[in-house]
């Protein structure tokens, strides 16, 4: 394998040229052209090489959304047969076309059979924006137009557009770009966090009967929907208890609110079934899609609909006047069917769930239950979070613990990993195709991360 690759100019110059014309996500632009960023040239399988010949084991599969991994042939030649074929067309104007159809054929064959519809959209971003029209329009033509309102969590994400940003419960985002009507939230069902002295059941009944009053707070019948992801992804990656989301799904039953998804991480195989609300046992009336459709190969996102929801918008409502240039692109269309045929055809998700998650859950735990730094590992299938605290005992976090897991995060670099740093906890997702030697670097090379860290602050 060639780890030689370089691009075509110098690493100084590449960062210099980036520094002069580019706006980066989530950082702060002065201090990363002070510092400089990794020009990232390769991937191969769950590597990236830098232009400096630097590999990198990937342990956050770019975004959440590489799940076969880099370099694959079929993805590769499904998006240059249909850019020979169709390189574009749109969906207006009374037309369809054959790569969309067919990718609709087999996700759908994929999903529960209570789900029938979707709206393409470009990213998840896309997909919550459409949610919010669709969802509206949905309760107008059944004549309740006074339910408008949506409810999300604090510290949940939804994406980074205006109404995304909103539904998200990311304070410091919305202090950005300022919020939008008819948007309320609840506490996110962070146990380690918001536990007091209640049991991981009794604080999931507790996080989940938050909405029951915010309903009754805001009046059911203005209360549109719940938005939230079966785990939280940028938010920490969190795991409920398990009596929370049983509970959030009786709660919208009894008052007639809509159960949306954002599956946006969660899935196409990410916790051992194909989608993360399966994981969790709940059946909700919306799945907002993108990442994984594709494995990032190529922008694509969507909003699957129920048969309820569906069958009254096609049935009743005539005209929707909701569209994209790009809604159901048949590049993007025709690489999401390669790749959810190889997610299928090839066991990825089976294996998954059978063999490589449960090796990875079970190999994290057998080395950090005990570790100094730790006080919680969550996860399931190929996502994991660990939880640092300065008080193992009696679950106290650290005032710092940002800065704590970024300084883990660059020692993970420093060390040829990549994993992400949310608040208080180090969180890993792989691609969904590693193998055991893979996971086995990956959980060693974090835990000389946190050894690192914890040497720092005197703990090891």
């Not at 084991?57 to 694959?72: E, F, K, Q, V």
């Not at 969906?91 to 999903?111: D, G, K």
């Not at 883990?408 to 740093?421: D, M, P, V």
Request: proline share 4%.
């Amino acid at each position: 394998m060639n780890t030689q690759i370089k691009g075509n100019r110098e690493t100084r110059e590449y960062q210099a040229l980036d520094a002069a014309h580019h706006i980066h996500a989530f950082l702060d632009q002065k201090a990363l052209n002070a510092e400089g960023p990794r020009v990232i040239v390769k991937g191969e399988g769950l590597y990236l090489w830098d232009n400096d010949g630097q590999r990198y084991l990937d342990g956050m599969s770019g975004l959440w959304c590489t799940n076969l991994g880099y370099g694959r042939k079929d993805l590769n030649a499904a998006a240059a047969r249909q850019l020979e074929q169709l390189p574009y067309y749109n969906m207006f104007f009374h037309t369809t076309h054959p790569a969309v159809v067919e990718l609709s054929e087999l996700l759908f064959s994929l999903l529960p059979s209570h789900y029938s519809h979707a709206i393409y959209t470009n990213s998840g971003s896309e997909a919550n924006e459409a949610l919010i029209r669709t969802v509206r329009r949905y309760w107008q033509i059944l004549g309740k137009p006074q339910k408008k309102i949506m409810i999300g969590r604090w510290n949940g994400y939804h994406g980074s557009t205006l109404a995304a940003t909103a539904l998200g419960g990311m304070k410091f985002m919305h202090e950005m770009g300022g919020m939008i009507p008819d948007v309320a939230h609840i506490d996110e069902p962070y146990w380690y966090g918001h536990e007091g002295d209640l049991t991981p059941a009794e604080f999931g009944l507790r996080a989940a009967r938050q909405l029951e009053e915010k309903i009754l707070e805001l009046g059911a019948e203005n209360v549109a929907a719940f938005i939230a992801e079966p785990f939280q992804g940028a938010g920490g990656m969190i795991f409920p208890p398990e009596s929370y989301w049983p509970e959030i799904q009786r709660i919208c039953r009894q008052y007639d609110v809509l159960l949306c998804a954002d599956e946006v991480i969660g899935g196409f195989g990410r916790t051992g079934e194909w989608f993360a609300h399966e994981y969790f046992g709940f059946e909700p009336d919306t799945l907002s899609i993108a990442k994984g459709l594709t494995s990032g190969y190529i922008p694509m996102g969507g909003l699957v609909l129920s048969k309820r929801m569906a069958e009254v918008l096609v049935e009743q409502g005539g005209v929707f006047a909701h569209g994209l240039t790009y809604s159901g692109h048949p590049v993007a269309a025709a690489v999401a069917t390669a790749n959810l045929k190889a997610l299928r055809d090839e066991g990825v998700v089976t294996r998954v769930k059978q063999e490589t998650g449960p090796y990875l859950q079970r190999c994290l735990r057998e080395v950090f239950t005990d570790h100094p730094l730790v006080g919680e590992i969550q996860g399931a299938g190929m996502v994991a979070a660990l939880q640092f605290a300065e008080d193992k005992a009696t679950r106290k976090r650290f005032a710092n613990e940002a800065d704590i897991t970024w300084s883990c995060r660059t020692h993970g670099f420093e060390e040829g990993l990549i994993i992400r740093a949310t608040l208080g906890r180090m969180i890993m997702a792989p691609a969904l195709v590693a193998s055991h030697s893979e996971l086995d670097e990956l959980v060693e090379k974090t835990k000389r991360a946190v050894d690192r860290t914890a040497q720092e602050l005197g703990r090891l």
